[in-house]
């Protein structure tokens, strides 16, 4: 079974920037990456696809977050810039099979445990 560990939340002033990463153990998948706020479902972020990197951005967050893989480390990071106060919560990333729209977290598996971002002043 795939095992996914998120690094790299923290806190951070609104406008800042964070780099989130994603280690997998296996790497033959897309990944996708999502967020749940307090009191809110797990939403979806980005994802990038496994065999020719794909990417697809939630309306939101296009232009100001970009996620990229480095397969040679099994590694997929997402770039986070002009953070925002709604841009608060954690961050989970998971395999789903493809990369073709917005990610749902139906179609994604093997969760990590979640690193915590907060924007705040």
């Not at 800042?16 to 809110?40: D, E, N, T, V, Y």
């Not at 996620?67 to 990071?77: E, G």
Request: glycine share 14%.
């Amino acid at each position: 079974q795939v095992q996914l560990v998120e690094s790299g939340g923290g806190l951070v002033q609104p406008g800042g920037s964070l780099r989130l990463s994603c280690a997998a153990s296996g790497f033959a998948f897309s990944i996708g990456w999502f967020r749940q706020a307090p009191g809110k479902e797990r939403e979806g972020v980005s994802c990038i696809g496994s065999t020719y990197g794909r990417t697809r951005y939630l309306d939101s967050v296009e232009g100001r977050f970009t996620i990229s893989r480095d397969n040679a480390k099994n590694t997929v990071y997402l770039q986070m810039h002009s953070l925002k106060s709604e841009n608060t919560g954690v961050y989970y990333c998971a395999t789903g099979r493809d990369c073709t729209s917005v990610p749902h977290s139906t179609s994604y598996h093997n969760w990590g445990q979640g690193t915590q971002v907060t924007v705040s002043s």
